[in-house]
C-alpha cells in the first residue's frame, strides 16, 4: 500500500519521458574548439606548419629559383597583410610599388649579392616616396610614404637575406636549411617550456603568453640544433654552431616582440587570418625575417674562418 506523498512507478516514468523530450527539442550547443595553454589549435597549427615546411623544403632542393620564386609569392602576401593591418589606423602605403620593390630586392639578391640588394633597397624606398606624394595627401602622405618605406625595410629587404643565404654557395641549400631549423628550434623550445613552466612574464606589456622559462628552453634547442647541424651540414666547430643558435634566439625574440608591438599598436590580435592555427602570415614571419640577417653574416663568417 503507497504511503501518502510517495510518487508511484507510473508517475515517475511519465515524469521521465516528459524530461527526456524536453532535452530531445533543445538545440545542442557547439563545443568551443579545443586549444593548448599557448591559445591556439595546436593540431592546426602543426599541420599547417608542415605543410609550410615540406613546401619550402620541395623548393630548396628542386632549384634555388624555386625557392626565390616561392619568397617572392610569400612576401608580396604579407606586404597586402601588412598593408591591410595598417589601414585600420587610416594608414595606406602604395601596395603596387612595393610589389615591384620586393621584386627588384629579392632577386638582385639572388643575381648580384649583397651590393645589389642596397641599391634595389634604394631605388624602392624612393620610388615608393614619390609615388605616395604624387597621389597628394600632404602630412598623411608622408606619413604613409614613410610606412611604405618600413614596410620595404622590414619585409622584403630582411627577408632578401635567405635569399643571400641560398645563392651563397652550392651548400646555399642547406645554409637556408640552418636558419628555418634554428627558428623552428627557437618556437619549439619556447613554447614546450613555456607551457610546461613558465611562471615569470618576459615582456608582460608586450606579449604576455612570453615567459623567461620559455627563453630558456629556447635557448638550449637552438644551441643544440645549431651544434648538431654545424657539424652534421658543413663540418663546422659545434661551439659556432651553439653561438650562432643563441644569435638567433635572441634575433627571433626580438622579432616577435617587434611585431607583437606592433600588433598591439594597432589594435590587432593576429595581422590576418591567411594561415589556419597561426594567424597571418606575418604571425609566422616575424622571427624568421629579423634573423636572417644574424644567421647570414655569422654563418658566412664562420665558414670563410673554418671551413
Known amino acids: 500500500m503507497s504511503r501518502p506523498g510517495d510518487e508511484s512507478s507510473a508517475s515517475r516514468t511519465l515524469r521521465v519521458l516528459r524530461d ?13 574548439k579545443a586549444t593548448g595553454r599557448a591559445g591556439r589549435d595546436l593540431p592546426m597549427a602543426i ?12 623548393s630548396l632542393f628542386i632549384r634555388k629559383e624555386a625557392f626565390v620564386v616561392l619568397v617572392v609569392i610569400a612576401i608580396g602576401m604579407a606586404i597586402w597583410e601588412f ?6 589606423r587610416d ?23 649583397p651590393a645589389a640588394l642596397v641599391m634595389a633597397f634604394v631605388l624602392a624606398a624612393s620610388g615608393n616616396f614619390i609615388w605616395r606624394l604624387i597621389d597628394g ?11 611604405g618605406i618600413f614596410t620595404a625595410a622590414y619585409l622584403p629587404f630582411l627577408a632578401s637575406f635567405a635569399v643571400l643565404l641560398v ?6 641549400p642547406l645554409r637556408v636549411m640552418f636558419l628555418i631549423s634554428l627558428v623552428v628550434a627557437n618556437d619549439t623550445g619556447g613554447y614546450a617550456a613555456g607551457v610546461l613552466f ?39 666547430p659545434i661551439w659556432a654552431g651553439a653561438v650562432i643558435g643563441l644569435l638567433t634566439v635572441v634575433a627571433a625574440t626580438l622579432g616577435d616582440l617587434a611585431e607583437s608591438l606592433i600588433k598591439r599598436d594597432l589594435g590587432l590580435k593576429d595581422m590576418g587570418s591567411l594561415l589556419p592555427g597561426h594567424g597571418g602570415l606575418m604571425d609566422r614571419l616575424d622571427s ?5 640577417p644574424f644567421v647570414y653574416g655569422s654563418l658566412t663568417i664562420t665558414l670563410l674562418l673554418f671551413a
Do not use: C, N
Not at 594608414?91 to 649579392?113: D, E, F
Open 20 to 32: 527526456l523530450g524536453r532535452r530531445a527539442g533543445q538545440t545542442a550547443q557547439p563545443r568551443p
Open 47 to 58: 599541420s599547417v606548419g608542415l605543410g609550410l615546411g615540406a613546401l619550402v623544403i620541395a
Open 83 to 88: 598593408a591591410s593591418a595598417l589601414r585600420t
Open 91 to 113: 594608414i595606406r602605403v602604395p601596395v603596387l610599388p612595393l610589389w615591384v620593390g620586393s621584386v627588384g630586392m629579392l632577386v638582385s639578391a639572388y643575381v648580384g649579392g
Open 137 to 147: 595627401g600632404g602630412a598623411q602622405a608622408v606619413r604613409d610614404a614613410g610606412a
Open 167 to 172: 645563392a651563397s654557395a652550392d651548400d646555399g
Open 198 to 236: 613558465g611562471k615569470h612574464p618576459l615582456a608582460p606589456s608586450v606579449s604576455p603568453k612570453k615567459s623567461w622559462e620559455g627563453a630558456a628552453g629556447s635557448a638550449v634547442l637552438a644551441a643544440t640544433v645549431g651544434m648538431l647541424l654545424m657539424w652534421t651540414f658543413f663540418a663546422g
Open 288 to 292: 624568421i625575417l629579423v634573423a636572417a
